[in-house]
């Protein structure tokens, strides 16, 4: 079963830039190449939700909480994704995780994102 593993969170101050990553070691190359990817977030006490998508060809789509601020982009050969965010607000303090669009991949442990105002 693919697992994806997310690094890169931390604690930022509210108007900063963070980028957060993951990488689908287990998932056969091809297999990754074919999804549509997305991150999403999940604050405590709410839902998770979808913030932006990307397919094999880097056509992109974003939650409009997001648009303008968030960019995600992917790597296919080493099967990667990427979020990069800036001008980061205190309510997006979350842990954020990465999977196929429609969560079909077990979920890894996400990495925490922390925007301090």
């Known amino acids: 079963q693919v697992q994806p593993v997310e690094s890169g969170g931390g604690l930022v101050q509210a108007g900063g830039s963070l980028r957060v990553s993951c990488k689908a070691s287990?998932?056969?190359?091809?297999?990754?190449?074919?999804?549509?990817m997305g991150w999403y977030r999940q604050a405590p006490g709410k839902q998770r939700e979808l913030v932006a998508t990307i397919t094999r060809l880097s056509s992109t789509n974003y939650a409009d909480s997001v648009k303008g601020r968030f960019t995600i982009s992917r790597d296919n050969a080493n099967k990667k994704v990427y979020l990069q965010m800036n001008s980061l607000k205190p309510e997006e303090t979350s842990v954020y995780y990465c999977n196929t669009d429609s969560g079909e991949w077990s979920w890894g442990q996400g990495t925490q994102v922390t925007v301090s105002s």
């Open positions: 287990r998932a056969i190359t091809s297999v990754f190449n074919s999804k549509i």
